[in-house]
């Protein structure tokens, strides 16, 4: 419930628009743009996870790890699979979204990566709380899945593989 509100509230306050992107192309190169930034929060998850693997007091590299490395491992894993579930399906929203509305790409975009930082949070402090972090990752995705899902063979039959 609450990522529709974040979304709402951000699209209507923030001050900018995306630029003009009359293209195709230009709507997936700004979409690329702005995938960059979600990969901030992966970027950060190997450098601790790899500060902490190098912190641990495992005797063995490749022996049993400690939770405080398996947590940091888990969520990174976890967040590039999810990563590129966004980016496919951002790029294809990206080219069925009317020019109005590609501000949601960059408002998206923000909310992948709070949404990866709030889970990586909640899941260090214990696995019982890592719902939150998830269903704000996963469900503006499966909702992206849909609209995607609903613009190639609802709206747009004749075009689906032009």
């Known amino acids: 419930l609450l990522c529709p509100c974040f979304i709402y ?12 992107l009359p293209t195709v192309s ?3 190169v700004y979409t690329l743009r702005c995938a960059a930034f979600a990969t901030f ?3 950060l998850g ?11 007091s495992a005797l063995e590299a490749f022996g049993e790890l400690q939770r405080e490395v398996e947590i940091h491992r888990t969520y990174v894993s976890q967040s590039v699979h999810l990563f590129i579930l ?11 979204l009317p020019q109005e509305v590609l501000k949601l790409i960059p408002l998206l975009t923000g909310l992948f990566a709070i949404s990866r930082l709030i889970y990586w949070l909640s ?10 972090g ?22 747009e039959p004749e ?3 032009a």
Do not use: E, K
């Not at 306050?13 to 003009?20: K, V």
């Not at 190997?46 to 641990?56: A, E, P």
């Not at 998830?134 to 709206?155: D, E, G, I, K, R």
């Open 134 to 155: 998830f269903s704000m990752t996963f469900l503006p995705l499966l909702a992206m899945l849909l609209w995607n899902l609903y613009s190639m063979f609802v709206v």
């Open 9 to 20: 509230g951000a699209y209507v306050f923030l001050p900018f628009d995306a630029p003009l």
């Open 46 to 56: 190997m450098i601790v996870s790899g500060i902490s693997r190098l912190c641990s």
């Open 26 to 28: 230009a709507r997936l």
């Open 86 to 96: 966004y980016f496919f399906n951002m790029a294809v929203l990206a080219t069925y």
């Open 123 to 132: 899941y260090a402090i214990g696995r019982s709380f890592r719902a939150f």
């Open 41 to 43: 929060p992966i970027v």
């Open 159 to 161: 075009n689906l593989l």
